[in-house]
């Protein structure tokens, strides 16, 4: 994030932006955190026993820290906006100089980890698809945890080094090429390697369907480990999904940052005007961070049935339904899912 302005120029264009995007945080900061709320609810209760993976822990840190983006952080950005937009001036005094400066310290260590966090979910995708044999000797809940763990405090360690006499200039432009930039190139290749296992997956998926149709010889047995094959392969096609889709949002979103930042520093501005003007656009990609934090559980409610089934028996809404399975597969989104359900609903 960038906190530093111009102090002259006609500052009108400029502080109507910090209004709007104010007011659009403030509409966000309660979808975030309600949404990311529900999410860590249905996780916990996991009625559907369906949440017990290593990699869980990957999408609880993230959730965690989309609700500690509403909670703390957005409020601290709308008391900046509002009070410079309001004072007409685009410097505050203290103490809203300091709480502004803390949000800004806050919102570096939480947006940036959760570019590693999504990364993280990639990689640990990749790894099911493509070595699905290897997957959980390799990706153990161990190493999920040391990973949050370790990008969690990597990121606090580095922006606490400008209080122990680190130029604060030279912090940002690390953190640009290092973080902001370097990160999102390796979410975008990354995220082009997932997608390209993911289509040799679904193409193997749908020949290992195609020979399961045609077999005569299955018996009962043979057709509910059938149907556990074939379910598995489903819900790794819609996490796979989830996290194409995360990864895409987070790149897309971050991007008008990332270039908006990249100019301030390597392009020089001839007039205060144009100085005014970049500020703008950087406070709007900050904006789309935001909109990305907001987005993140509406994903998984988007593409995982499951998850809204869950989301639908914590609620209250069916709590005695199961739906039945089909031969398509589509009707049954875990098979040992189904089978806690119907336990519960004969009981």
């Not at 703390?72 to 502004?100: A, G, N, Q």
């Not at 969690?152 to 953190?175: E, H, N, S, T």
């Not at 998850?307 to 209250?316: D, E, I, Q």
């Amino acid at each position: 994030m960038n906190d530093s302005y111009p102090t002259t120029g006609d500052i009108s264009f400029f502080l109507k932006t910090q209004l709007a995007t104010a007011i659009c945080l403030m509409c966000l900061s309660p979808i975030t955190i309600i949404s990311n709320v529900l999410l860590l609810l249905i996780i916990f209760r996991d009625p559907l026993k369906c949440f017990r993976s290593p990699v869980t822990y990957f999408i609880v840190a993230l959730a965690l820290v989309d609700i500690s983006t509403g909670i703390f952080i957005e409020p601290f950005f709308v008391m900046d906006r509002m009070l410079k937009y309001f004072t007409w001036s685009l410097i505050l005094h203290e103490p809203y100089k300091s709480l502004s400066r803390f949000g800004v310290i806050l919102s570096y260590v939480g947006l940036n980890t959760s570019f590693l966090l999504v990364l993280g979910l990639i990689v640990s995708q990749y790894i099911a698809i493509t070595y699905p044999h290897r997957y959980r000797s390799i990706v153990t809940t161990p190493r999920v945890l040391a990973c949050i763990y370790m990008t969690c405090l990597y990121f606090i360690a580095f922006i606490l080094l400008q209080f122990v006499g680190v130029p604060r200039q030279i912090l940002l432009k690390v953190d640009l090429h290092l973080h902001s930039t370097l990160i999102t190139v390796l979410l975008i290749c990354s995220s082009f390697m997932l997608l390209r296992a993911f289509c040799k997956f679904a193409k193997r998926s749908r020949q290992l369907r195609a020979a399961a149709h045609n077999s005569t010889r299955e018996d009962t047995r043979g057709d509910a480990r059938a149907s556990l094959t074939r379910t598995n392969r489903i819900n790794e096609k819609q996490f796979t999904i989830v996290t194409l889709l995360l990864s895409a949002i987070l790149v897309v979103c971050g991007l008008p940052h990332v270039i908006s930042v990249h100019i301030s520093f390597y392009a020089r501005q001839q007039t205060l005007q144009e100085e005014l003007n970049l500020a703008a656009v950087i406070t709007i990609g900050d904006e789309m961070m935001f909109l990305k934090v907001a987005l993140d559980a509406f994903i998984y409610a988007w593409r995982l049935t499951k998850y809204r089934r869950s989301l639908k028996m914590v609620l209250g809404y069916e709590a005695n339904r199961v739906e039945p399975y089909t031969s398509d597969g589509r009707a049954m989104e875990n098979f040992t899912c189904q089978e806690v359900a119907a336990d519960k609903h004969r009981h």
